[in-house]
């Protein structure tokens, strides 16, 4: 299969650790173009600056204007206020010197940031090379399809991966091409 996949790539981010989240956060559950047309209005509500103060400012109708969902809106303005406060740390060297558990159990702090959502972060963000969502659906089975064994689980797919410690993120990368090649559809870490 790595021959078909080619080598993991994954796109430079060019958004700051806030603006990743804030993004993340509002595309939860949107299909692509939804996504999309929300998160334009309101970096556009924000003039293009997508900070913890200005976030802060804009008012709920303004927030509920651009499309948000008011749980969204909650979970926008609970990142701020964290990250304001400095129970979430933001700052790439700040976090570049965090565990990956411990970036984890912080974003997770946050109201609407779950571990997978803090896992992609840390993936895609970050870019650590051992991280291993075992809650991935995409990982899961595309785990199956490279090995040519039934999805396994979450719980069944955590052992797996530890032969492949410290660079777990290829696994999972690989795991996602074998379903975007093999399993008929797109794997949603690709996506990001």
């Known amino acids: 299969m790595s021959d078909e996949a080619g080598p993991m790539r994954i796109r430079r981010r060019t958004m700051s650790p806030f603006e990743a989240l804030v993004q993340a956060i509002v595309y939860q559950q949107l299909a692509g173009p939804a996504a999309r047309a929300i998160h334009g209005r309101l970096v556009a509500a924000l003039d293009d600056?997508?900070?913890?103060?200005?976030?802060?400012?804009?008012?709920?109708?303004?927030?509920?204007?651009?499309g948000l969902s008011s749980a969204k809106a909650r979970s926008l303005r609970d990142l701020a206020g964290k990250?304001?406060?400095?129970?979430?740390?933001?700052?790439?060297?700040a976090l570049a010197r965090r565990s990956d558990d411990e970036v984890v159990a912080r974003l997770s702090s946050v109201r609407g940031v779950g571990p997978w959502t803090a896992q992609m972060f840390l993936i895609f963000q970050l870019r650590r090379l051992d991280v291993w969502p075992v809650g991935d659906l995409g990982v899961r089975h595309g785990y199956g399809l490279a090995w040519n064994v039934p999805t396994p689980t979450a719980r069944e797919l955590e052992p797996?991966?530890?032969?492949?410690?410290?660079?777990?993120?290829?696994?999972?990368?690989?795991?996602?091409?074998a379903v975007e090649l093999y399993g008929g559809g797109v794997a949603g870490g690709l996506t990001r």
């Not at 990250?83 to 060297?93: D, F, H, I, K, Q």
């Not at 797996?160 to 091409?177: I, M, N």
């Open 160 to 177: 797996l991966g530890e032969p492949y410690r410290p660079y777990r993120t290829l696994v999972a990368w690989y795991c996602w091409r």
């Open 83 to 93: 990250a304001l406060e400095g129970t979430v740390v933001l700052s790439p060297r």
């Open 49 to 66: 600056r997508v900070e913890p103060e200005v976030l802060l400012a804009l008012s709920d109708e303004t927030l509920r204007s651009v």
